[in-house]
């Protein structure tokens, strides 16, 4: 990038954001500090009114205001593959203000990007697996949830435990979302455990934004939280069934629940690939199939299996001799 691209590139940048640090511009560019300072002293020479705190970074001076920003090819490109996730991968509340966001996009776009993005439209598609929502579970709530974090305010939600079945009321201070595993994860200070939470927003039924704010700093960092917590289910097991086809039309949309990844039709069966965190857990689900599913892998599950059925087993017999 030469140095009038990249001028304009950071006087984006800085419109972009209340405070940018020099450390941000740097690395964004990788260029070193010292040519950041000499960039953002060119356009202070050429009128731009860029202020400075010592410490913190660079803002533009309440009240200036750049052209409207033209998107080249590349970008305008970039935006309809974003719109494309968005269509799948967010909930409904942010897939409308996404969609009308496009639209403001679209309406400063050029007539050859225009054209452009109107003939790729058709070419472009993201494929989920995630199943129908629910209508007892909204699935309207990401945009609040955005609009909490931003302002530090408390959450108050009524929130179904799959593992449990039971529906609690929660108050909560958020710390942020994260997407994986096909699913949206709201992360949590829960004033009700007294402990950090992930709950899983398909499952929240009904959530208000409280007046109350709370103190951010008191707690930790998203980065933190994952690299402190979520590292073991970043490594989930994974776990390959093979179900009578009977079955496996049985399960329905219960396979998602239990984290589905891929089924494949192998002569009479179908094999599912799932991921999951908890063995026993899944086990317990499997149990309730009966002979109508085979574990290809892992052992462990195997394992676990024999456990459990013993357990069950036990249980029945010892019940059987009481009487």
């Known amino acids: 990038m030469n140095r009038i691209d990249r001028l304009s590139a950071i006087l984006i940048q800085l419109q972009g954001k209340k405070i940018v640090k020099a450390a941000e511009i740097a690395e964004r560019f990788q260029i070193s500090l010292r040519t950041v300072y000499r960039d953002v002293r060119a356009l202070q020479e050429a009128g731009v009114p860029v202020g400075a705190e010592a410490g913190t970074g660079y803002y533009l ?21 974003g719109e494309k996730l968005m269509a799948q991968l967010s909930d409904h509340s942010n897939r409308k ?55 530090h305010l408390m959450l108050r939600l009524d929130y179904f435990a799959l593992h449990s079945e039971t529906l609690t009321q929660r108050e909560i201070e958020p710390i ?10 709201l992360i949590a200070w829960c004033r009700l455990r007294h402990a950090y939470r992930n709950f899983r927003m398909d499952r929240i039924r009904n959530l208000t934004v409280t007046e109350v704010s709370y103190d951010r700093d008191r707690h930790i960092s998203l980065k933190e939280y994952m ?9 989930p097991h994974v776990v390959k069934l093979r179900f009578t086809a009977g079955m496996a039309k049985k399960l329905g949309n219960l396979r998602f629940y239990y984290g ?56 029945y017999l010892s019940d059987q001799g009481a009487i």
Do not use: C
Not at 61 to 81: D, I, K, Q, S
Not at 138 to 145: A, K, Q, W
Not at 176 to 185: E, Q
Not at 227 to 235: G, N, R, S
């Open 61 to 81: 001076v309440e009240g200036y205001h750049l052209p409207p920003v033209m998107f080249n090819r590349e970008e305008a490109a970039a935006l309809l593959t």
């Open 97 to 151: 203000q996404f969609g009308n966001a496009m639209q403001k996009i679209r309406a400063v776009l050029r007539s050859s990007e225009k054209d452009f993005l109107e003939s790729l439209e058709e070419n472009i598609a993201v494929v989920s697996r995630r199943p129908p929502a629910d209508s007892e579970f909204p699935n309207r709530f990401l945009s609040d949830i955005q609009y909490a974090l931003g302002k």
């Open 176 to 185: 942020g979302i994260i997407y994986m595993m096909g699913y949206w994860y």
């Open 227 to 235: 690299e402190k917590y979520a590292e073991p289910a970043a490594y």
């Open 260 to 315: 589905l990844m891929e089924e494949q039709v192998v002569g009479e069966w179908v094999e599912m690939t799932f991921l999951t965190s908890h063995l026993e857990w899944f086990g317990r689900w499997v149990l309730t199939v009966g002979k109508e599913v085979e574990i290809i892998g892992p052992e462990e599950l195997k394992g676990t299996m024999r456990v459990l059925a013993k357990e069950l087993h036990d249980h």
